[in-house]
């Protein structure tokens, strides 16, 4: 088998880990990224098997030195990505105005600028053929009303990917943005919603790995999946 390589973010847990379930029987080198250390060895623990080498960052991506430092670690390692899941996000709730305002600055930081900084800093990495999910969500293509903020930053990553998307064709880099709707994660823990009320990480992660197994002249710019029911407003 080729060596394939990949770099996951936010991969500790939810969608993140999800794909790289999903993913780590068709790779040799896989790169987990989060903040907490535990959560990623315990990740690490559960991908382990024998053929792929798992190397593991702690590492708060709002940080822009966090980012640069996690690029040059994995360039000390590996020379080139085959896939990048850009996948690190939060949604945090809170008006626009008022005492309970969204925390807007800090998930443009995560969901936006940080994916942004990380493209950059690996940008030499990606080579012809080679892959780049950005996971956006259903906010991107509607505004939820009572999740602004987090509409606005998935909604201003949206015009990034499709800005991308057109800078990376010219490399041969397919560049495809992951919609999902509502999806059982840490985000959605405590809420009362029958099981089948949301769609889980799985669903999301066989759908990107379907996109990736197209042929190279084939790229699906991007996935909507949504539980059955619909989006929760
Ligand atoms: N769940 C949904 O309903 C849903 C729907 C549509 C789109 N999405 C998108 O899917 C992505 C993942 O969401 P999820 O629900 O799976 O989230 P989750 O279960 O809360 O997991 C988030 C992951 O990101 C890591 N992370 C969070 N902040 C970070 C930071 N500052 N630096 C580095 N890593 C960080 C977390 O680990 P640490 O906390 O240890 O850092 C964890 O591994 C997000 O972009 C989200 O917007 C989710």
């Known amino acids: ?18 794909v790289a379930k999903r993913f780590a029987p068709m790779l040799s080198v896989l790169h987990l990224v989060a903040r907490g250390n ?13 053929g792929l080498s798992i190397h593991l960052h702690s590492v708060d991506l709002t940080s ?21 899941v850009n ?6 709730p809170g008006s626009l105005v008022g005492e309970n ?17 990380l493209i950059n800093a690996l940008e030499d990495c990606f080579p012809p053929g080679s892959y780049i999910f950005e996971m956006s ?8 009303l009572g999740k602004p903020g987090y509409s606005i930053s998935k909604h201003a990553q949206g015009a990034m990917i499709d800005a991308l998307r057109n800078e990376m064709r010219p490399r041969g880099v397919r560049v495809t943005s992951v919609m999902p709707g509502p999806t059982w994660s840490h985000s959605w823990e ?28 084939a790229v699906l710019e991007e996935l909507v999946i949504r539980p059955f029911d619909g989006d929760i407003e």
């Open 1 to 18: 088998m080729k060596p394939t390589s990949a770099l996951i973010t936010g991969a500790s847990k939810g969608i993140g880990f999800a």
């Open 38 to 50: 535990e959560d990623l060895q315990k990740a690490a623990e559960n991908l382990k098997r024998p």
């Open 64 to 84: 822009q030195e966090g980012v640069e430092s996690l690029a040059k670690a994995v360039k000390d390692t590996t020379s080139t990505l085959d896939v990048l």
């Open 87 to 92: 996948n690190a996000g939060v949604y945090l």
């Open 101 to 117: 305002r969204s925390d807007l600055r800090y998930m443009m930081n995560l969901n936006v600028l940080s994916h942004y900084d």
């Open 137 to 144: 969500s259903v906010a991107a293509k509607k505004l939820f």
């Open 190 to 217: 405590g809420a009362e919603f029958p099981k089948q009320r949301l769609l889980e990480a799985c669903h999301v992660a066989d759908l990107m790995f379907a996109a990736w197994q197209l042929p190279k002249e």
